[in-house]
């Protein structure tokens, strides 16, 4: 449970950081403003690439398992690729 909600706590802040970015953008055009949405878009780049290693490791380590849709087709067609015994 603690992984899928430090998994959410990351989703929630890149989209933060993505509404800052576009906030920045499009606000008042001074100096700052390019180095502010720079900043804003390097952060969330950054977030999202720590929350997909994050997930591979778990997914690796056996922390989350894979469920639903996906899953279910892969079990069918490894039942109907195997040999009856």
């Known amino acids: 449970m603690i992984i899928k909600s430090i998994a959410i706590a990351a989703f929630i802040s890149i989209i933060i950081s993505l509404g800052v970015a ?14 502010k949405t ?29 469920h639903g849709l996906g899953v279910q087709v892969q079990a069918k067609k490894t039942a109907i690729s195997e040999p009856a015994k």
């Open 38 to 66: 720079l900043k804003a878009l390097t952060f969330r780049i950054t977030l999202s690439v720590i929350l997909f290693v994050f997930i591979f490791i778990a997914l690796a380590a056996g922390l989350l398992r894979p």
């Open 22 to 35: 576009l906030f920045n953008l499009v606000k008042n055009k001074d100096q700052e403003q390019p180095e």
